[in-house]
């Protein structure tokens, strides 16, 4: 699970590690934070009965997947579902989940390499648009020499059925405090987390299986599906985690990994909680301190950035800004998940400097809608259903199940560490008590036998930042670290050395050097 945890109000918020590649690469949908929170004992359905945990392929039955029948989408793409179990303990009982694939077909059939699966992250977020966008997104030598397949992994995108709990956010994303003022405050929050995680039971039976693990186990029924030995595979920020597990279920069926942006995969969840939080806060800081230096920020406040931001935040916690017709207050916990979700990538930190400004003055139009493109919400006032599924999965991967008093208590810790993103008095993350227990929580991640892995992080990556994913680098058996220079989630398309080190390896199979740089 990779949460930015405490991020939007009273810990609805879980928060995740970015979901898709930099903005030097491709259209970014931001992700940032997301949903939950809990109590000490809860009143939701256990769920269905479900067998004893399994990590490895070992433990499992042989499921042999159809051929793929693959159908025109346009010239350059088709498209495909496949069917995987349910459960892979027990593929016998019949149930399937439909998985939705398209595939970006090699340029240069004659010199084909194969297959190069890609994710785009979340989790909670489908990868099919990764291969429709090929040619925007992936340089022109991979697009020349591998078929590149994106599919919307189990609950997610159009794959079926997709995890959907609630048909509006707002309710319980949008018009909460996570600073409550007294008792019967923070016991609303708390029943707000178990009417949420109801609602997902009660609408998702087999929530219980949307895992990491089994999204690996998809992996490898693809690929044999396909009727490939090895194949390649290429991830982003969550997607670095599930390419990583799969290579440690299925080492001997990796050609190449690359993952660009990684989660600790050591971490404890208060643990990976404060590395992302120190993550986001240390790239705001960079925000404010270039905005206070630059007199043209819009956001330049004669040169005390920092010093107007924590103002207004203070001003919001008190007085939100009237809202939208039918839309909630703008309140700090909006504003805050607005600048998080801007903080992904420095091309957005213009607009982010004039929301902030037209704030100062009444105006939470810019802030409002920097929220609503986090959780996905469109101009007809519908809602994506890419923050549920992510909640889903990140508790299904997660066997911790805190209650309120350690949340709480966790929240007062993190808000001596990150006050900016973890305001003083803060309520509980309480992100997964309600849910299930997680009966298949994600494997330990190594990659022994897989090969080398290039790992790439840059320098200011806020959602997944430099120290993790050089704890990914070496909690690999073979890791080998590249480093980009830039202010964004994720470092592929940032420059030309990435790329050309990315075609190299992927290619030709030939990994930099760990610690190589890219300036």
Wanted: proline share 8%; net charge negative; glycine share 8%.
């Amino acid at each position: 699970m990779t949460a930015l945890a405490m991020l939007t109000a009273a810990g609805l918020a879980a928060g995740c590690s970015g979901d898709q590649p930099s903005a030097g690469t491709a259209a970014a949908s931001p992700v940032t934070t997301v949903p939950v929170t809990a109590s000490t004992s809860s009143t939701l359905p256990v769920g269905p009965t479900v067998s004893s945990p399994i990590t490895a392929p070992a433990d499992l039955p042989v499921f042999e997947p159809a051929p793929i029948e693959w159908e025109p989408f346009n010239d350059a793409v088709d498209v495909a579902t496949i069917e995987v179990p349910v459960d892979y303990a027990q593929p016998e009982d019949g149930r399937r989940i439909e998985l939705f694939l398209a595939r970006y077909r090699a340029l240069d059939q004659e010199n084909r390499i194969g297959t190069l699966l890609v994710n785009p992250g979340g989790p909670g977020f489908g990868g099919t648009g990764l291969a429709v966008n090929a040619a925007d997104i992936y340089d022109r030598a991979l697009r020349d020499r591998f078929d590149i397949i994106g599919w919307d992994p189990r609950g997610t995108g159009e794959s079926e059925p997709a995890i959907d709990c609630i048909d509006s956010f707002d309710p319980y994303f949008t018009g909460v405090d996570s600073t409550p003022t007294d008792d019967a405050e923070r016991a609303a929050l708390v029943a707000l987390a178990e009417q949420f995680a109801g609602e997902c039971v009660a609408a998702n039976p087999d929530l219980v299986h949307m895992t990491t693990n089994n999204s690996a186990r998809d992996i490898d029924t693809i690929r044999r599906a396909l009727g490939e030995e090895t194949i390649s595979f290429f991830g982003f920020s969550y997607g670095s985690e599930l390419g990583t597990a799969w290579a440690t279920m299925y080492p001997s069926t990796v050609r190449a990994l690359v993952i660009d942006g990684a989660a600790d995969p050591g971490a404890a969840p208060d643990e990976w909680a404060e590395q992302q939080l120190t993550g986001f806060d240390s790239t705001l800081t960079t925000f404010l301190d270039q905005c206070s230096a630059d007199d043209g920020c819009e956001f330049h406040n004669d040169g005390d950035a920092a010093g107007a931001f924590d103002t207004l935040m203070a001003s919001l916690d008190v007085t939100p800004i009237a809202g939208a017709d039918g839309r909630p207050p703008v309140n700090r916990d909006i504003a805050r998940v607005a600048v998080s979700t801007a903080l992904y990538s420095e091309l957005r930190w213009p607009a982010l400097a004039q929301s902030l400004t037209a704030a100062q003055s009444g105006d939470g139009s810019g802030l409002l809608a920097l929220f609503d493109a986090y959780y996905q919400r469109s101009p007809d006032g519908t809602w994506g259903n890419e923050l549920e599924a992510f909640q889903v999965i990140s508790c299904m991967d997660d066997p911790a199940r805190p209650s309120v008093e350690e949340s709480d208590a966790e929240a007062a810790r993190l808000s001596g560490v990150v006050p900016r993103l973890v305001a003083p008095g803060s309520a509980g993350d309480y992100g997964c008590t309600f849910f299930p227990p997680a009966v298949d929580p994600r494997i330990t991640i190594t990659a022994a036998g897989a090969g080398p892995v290039l790992v790439v992080g840059t320098t200011g990556d806020p959602a997944t930042p430099l120290a993790s994913t050089r704890a990914m680098r070496d909690a690999l058996d073979d890791g080998r670290l590249v480093v980009v220079t830039a202010d964004e989630h994720t470092g592929y398309g940032v420059n030309r050395c990435i790329v050309e080190l990315v075609n190299d390896y992927l290619i030709d199979l030939e990994p930099p050097d760990d610690e190589t740089e890219c300036t």
